[in-house]
T-cell receptor, first 111, second 116 residues
Framework: EDQVTQSPEALRLQEGESSSLNCSYTVSGLRGLFWYRQDPGKGPEFLFTLYSAGEEKEKERLKATLTKKESFLHITAPKPEDSATYLC????????????FGGGTRVLVKP | EPEVTQTPSHQVTQMGQEVILRCVPISNHLYFYWYRQILGQKVEFLVSFYNNEISEKSEIFDDQFSVERPDGSNFTLKIRSTKLEDSAMYFCARGRIAGGLPYEQYFGPGTRLTVT
């Protein structure tokens, strides 16, 4: 059974204070690892897909990296509008097409 | 790429009643999914639907649940006899296809279901 664990559960940052979110996973045959952003009461918004260890993706102040056991989402010089819950999900080869999500990291960026 | 739209945005129902949640894809896609998120908990997979058939379902998706694509466009999730524990946000998602395989999924805004 695929499993995803995210840490920390919550993160309070000052504007401009860079930090990293962790996503540890156990999956049978990783097809893809996905990062989403979720605002309160809204659906997850797709950010990145990572397919293999060593891969990196960037978008504005966000950078996602992948190893064989975990992924990191780095937030560089965050702004208050980066406040959200960041979700990590995996799609395993043995589990069909479903996404298995972690519990998320709630990020609050204070001005 | 555009996501999907979902109706209603909020549904309140009494325990034991049937509810139908609707998902309308912006364009024609083959892969659709339903997920739910109980308040404060993880997003959980319910069912995937490919080419008008269920391709995979979770243990949560028991006989109380069904999915249909009745008119070739709308995609519905029916809960036959709602329970208090069915209260959650329900998300529809569509899958992007590349090289014949599904990749990232794009989520709708969700329907908040409240069972009283």
């Amino acid at each position: 059974e695929d499993q995803v664990t995210q840490s920390p559960e919550a993160l309070r940052l000052q504007e401009g204070e860079s930090s990293s979110l962790n996503c540890s996973y156990t999956v049978s045959g990783l097809r893809g690892l996905f990062w989403y952003r979720q605002d309160p009461g809204k659906g997850p918004e797709f950010l990145f897909t990572l397919y293999s260890a060593g891969e990196e993706k960037e978008k504005e102040r966000l950078k996602a990296t992948l190893t064989k056991k975990e992924s990191f989402l780095h937030i560089t010089a965050p702004k208050p509008e980066d406040s959200a819950t960041y979700l990590c999900a995996v799609q395993g080869g043995a589990a069909g097409n479903k996404l298995t999500f972690g519990g998320g990291t709630r990020v609050l960026v204070k001005p | 790429e555009p996501e999907v739209t979902q109706t209603p945005s909020h549904q309140v129902t009494q325990m034991g009643q049937e509810v139908i949640l609707r998902c309308v894809p912006i364009s024609n896609h083959l892969y659709f999914y339903w997920y739910r998120q109980i308040l404060g908990q993880k997003v959980e997979f319910l069912v995937s639907f490919y080419n008008n058939e269920i391709s995979e379902k979770s243990e949560i998706f028991d006989d109380q649940f069904s999915v249909e694509r009745p008119d070739g466009s709308n995609f519905t999730l029916k809960i036959r006899s709602t329970k208090l524990e069915d209260s959650a946000m329900y998300f529809c998602a569509r899958g992007r296809i590349a090289g014949g395989l599904p990749y990232e999924q794009y989520f709708g805004p969700g329907t908040r279901l409240t069972v009283t």
